[in-house]
């Protein structure tokens, strides 16, 4: 089974609308990242997350980690044609004195924004 | 460079052959991660090494898949007898503890 579960697999929004990518796992999450993902392209840092109840914002788009730090949200408002791309979520799953053991990767969010 | 560099960026291999794919990190991250990306999918994480050793392997998926980094720097995942099914890109981070992880463009892997 998927140690990160992303919800949805793929979202299609018209421009302007706002919208909610989830990230969840049943284990506690340490060192949450987001990045975006262009079709053929590298993976983009969008922001990273440590504590329970941190929220960070860049430009038109917000991540929270919970408190339980088991689930993150990423909102994006006022969607734009350039946001459209696959949003990937990563968290260490493990944490040692030398940083965080196995980040590993949600499966991906396909977000289409129709002008 | 700045950046996570990786080589090859695209190789072309037939089933059966040896592969080694290098990852060279930026300079000073201790920490070194291996994926392997498939068309649709997120990373699937392999390895992680913290310094010189690899402090997780569990995402190996066979006794194949080896990787090295003998000096906290270079490293290089070597791939044995290749596979139809090992045609991937292979993508390499690094970061400083409990940092962002850098990723590299990725070596783009064709087992024929």
């Known amino acids: 089974s998927q140690e990160l579960e992303q919800s949805p697999q793929s979202l299609i929004v018209q421009e302007g609308k706002n919208l909610t990518i989830n990230c969840t796992s049943s284990?506690?999450?340490?060192?949450l990242y987001w990045y975006k993902q262009k079709y053929g392209e590298g993976l983009i840092f969008l922001m990273m997350?440590?504590?329970?109840?941190e929220e960070k914002s860049h430009e038109k788009i917000t991540a929270k980690l919970d408190e339980k730090k088991q689930q993150s949200s990423l909102h994006i408002t006022a969607s734009q044609p350039s946001h459209a791309g696959i949003y990937l979520c990563g968290a260490g799953l493990v944490k040692d004195s030398g940083g965080y053991q196995k980040v590993t990767f949600g499966t991906g969010t396909k977000l289409q924004v129709i002008p | 460079g700045a950046g996570v560099s990786q080589t090859p960026s695209n190789k072309v291999t037939e089933k059966g052959k040896y592969v080694e794919l290098r990852c060279d990190p930026i300079?000073?991250?201790?920490?070194l991660y291996w994926y392997r990306q498939s068309l649709g999918q997120g990373p699937e994480f392999l390895i992680y090494f913290q310094g010189t050793g690899a402090a997780d392997d569990s995402g190996l998926p066979n006794d194949r898949f080896f990787a090295v980094r003998p000096e906290g720097s270079v490293s290089t995942l070597k791939i044995q007898r290749t596979e139809r099914g090992d045609s991937a890109v292979y993508l390499c981070?690094?970061?400083?503890?409990?940092?962002?992880?850098?990723f590299g463009e990725g070596s783009r892997l064709t087992v024929l």
């Open positions: 284990k506690t999450l340490y060192g």
């Open positions: 981070a690094s970061s400083v503890p409990t940092g962002e992880l850098f």
């Open positions: 300079s000073g991250h201790t920490a």
């Open positions: 997350l440590q504590k329970g109840g």
